[in-house]
Structure formats: C-alpha cells, structure tokens
C-alpha cells in the first residue's frame, strides 16, 4: 500500500485506547491526557470523523473517563477486551471497516503496552497509523519515549492534538474551523 502521510478526514477514525477510569488513580498524567483525548473527540466530532473506544476489561477497571465520554454526542462505539492489541477484540476491526477507514490516529493509554501493540497490528494489515503524543500515558514516565521510538520505528507517524486537528481540516474559513479554533483557544 503507497503510505499516506497526511491525515484525511474522510479515511481517518479516531481511536481512544482504555482511557478508562481504572488508571486514573496509577497515572500522574491521567487528567490532562484525558482532557486532550475530549478536545481531539469534540473537534473530530466537528467533522464527522469517527471515534471508536476500547475498554480493557471493564468490570475489572471501570469505563471510559467522563470527561472523554461526555466529548462524544450520541452513543459512542465501544468495544471490550482482554486483549493488549485492540485489533483481537472482537468488533474492532470490524467498525473500522464499517466507516471505510484506511487511518487511525491513536490515543489512550499505556503507551508502551495497548497503544503500541494496537499501532503495531494496525501498521501489519497496512493501516496508516499516527499516535496523539500528548494524548498518550504511562505509569512509569520512562516507558513513554520507549513506546514512541518503537512505534516511529515501525512506521508509525507521530502527530499532536493541534497538529491533527489541523491537519483534517485543511483550511481556515470554515465553519469547522471556527468550531475547532473555539476548541484549542
């Protein structure tokens, strides 16, 4: 597959990895990453990209931060695992493949364990993938830079919540963008 390497609102889908309230009390960073991850869901959401939710375990760690859930309008498409990879779950690949995806801009957490093992499966069935570096966390800080290099390194592309944002909306004088600017200001 020709690699795309700019974000293209009609191929892309967001996916926000176990956010969920379980790791907020293990995670220094929960809450301003968490924070981020709801600024990236509501400006997708201005442009109809969707965003898809991974839960690990969730009677073990809980559901998805409000903060997240309550960026969302509508229902969000949630799927469960036990699995690191998202794309074992069952239902995962199967919503990408229902909104026609060929993108995925990852976030969530932890960096070093989910989100690389999903970015990695994603990159093995030819998915253009980029991770929100300031939409990711760990428990142990030095496991950060560790997920992001290994990621990089297998074709990853690293991208920010403005930088992607951004990025999808290509120009400035929409309504869109006067929704997203609202968003980051």
């Known amino acids: 597959m020709a690699r795309i390497t700019r974000l293209q609102r009609e191929k892309t889908a967001l996916v926000v990895v176990d956010m969920q309230e379980g790791f907020r009390p293990v995670l220094p960073e929960f809450e301003p990453v968490a924070n981020r991850i709801a600024t990236m869901v509501k400006g997708v959401r201005v442009m109809g990209v969707p965003v898809i939710l991974t839960e690990q375990y969730p009677r073990g760690l809980g559901h998805t931060a409000p903060e997240i859930l309550n960026a969302l309008d509508g229902e969000p498409t949630t799927v469960e695992k036990v699995c690191?990879?998202?794309?074992?779950?069952?239902?995962?690949?199967?919503?990408?493949?229902?909104?026609?995806?060929?993108?995925?801009?990852?976030?969530?957490?932890?960096?070093?364990?989910?989100?690389?093992?999903?970015?990695?499966?994603?990159?093995?069935?030819?998915?253009?993938?980029?991770?929100?570096v300031d939409?990711?966390?760990?428990?142990?800080?030095?496991?950060?830079?560790?997920?992001?290099?290994?990621?990089?390194?297998?074709?990853?592309?690293?991208?920010?919540?403005?930088?992607?944002?951004?990025?999808?909306?290509?120009?400035?004088?929409?309504?869109?963008?006067?929704?997203?600017?609202?968003?980051?200001?």
Do not use: W, Y
């Open 84 to 132: 690191f990879g998202s794309c074992g779950a069952p239902g995962f690949l199967q919503a990408l493949i229902r909104h026609d995806v060929r993108q995925v801009v990852l976030c969530g957490i932890e960096a070093h364990i989910c989100v690389t093992q999903t970015a990695l499966e994603l990159i093995e069935r030819d998915f253009d993938v980029f991770v929100m």
């Open 135 to 185: 939409g990711i966390a760990t428990r142990l800080a030095e496991n950060k830079p560790v997920a992001i290099e290994r990621m990089t390194r297998a074709g990853v592309i690293v991208t920010s919540l403005e930088m992607a944002l951004f990025e999808l909306l290509g120009a400035a004088g929409t309504p869109e963008f006067k929704a997203v600017q609202a968003l980051i200001k």
